[in-house]
Nanobody
Framework: EVQLVESGGGLVQAGGSLRLSCAASGFRFNDFVIGWFRQAPGKEREGIAC????????NSAGAVKGRFTISSDNAKNTVWLQLNNLKPEDTAVYYC??????????????????????WGEGTQVTVSS
């Protein structure tokens, strides 16, 4: 059974940092792309970043480049999302998701929520001003 469990969310002041974790199990970690997404109230879910452990490939959305960084540890089947210089508009539920890799990570394909098959329950990030 595929499982994705997010943790690390919380309440932080603007300018602060958080490190989100996504613990994966039930599938061959190297065969899948893991993506991070977020959804704010009243808004659509949006892609933040993705990574493939098979080759260490990464991609991220332009809006968060320079502030959010994705990384992974194959031995731990875990993907992290480092959130720096947080802003109130970053307030959202953050999700990790997984999909069997069939393409390279360049482009926007793996930043689209509709391309993913497995999802975690999410972790809330709230940024106060």
């Amino acid at each position: 059974e595929v499982q994705l469990v997010e943790s690390g969310g919380g309440l932080v002041q603007a300018g602060g940092s958080l490190r989100l974790s996504c613990a994966a199990s039930g599938f061959r970690f190297n065969d899948f792309v893991i993506g991070w997404f977020r959804q704010a109230p009243g808004k659509e879910r949006e892609g933040i970043a993705c990574t493939s452990s098979a080759d260490g490939g990464r991609n991220s959305a332009g809006a968060v480049k320079g502030r959010f960084t994705i990384s992974s540890d194959n031995a731990k089947n875990t993907v992290w999302l480092q959130l720096n210089n947080l802003k109130p508009e970053d307030t959202a539920v953050y999700y990790c998701a997984a999909v069997f890799r069939v393409l390279t990570l360049s482009g926007s394909w793996y930043l689209r929520p509709s391309k993913y098959d497995y999802w975690g329950e999410g972790t809330q990030v709230t940024v106060s001003s």
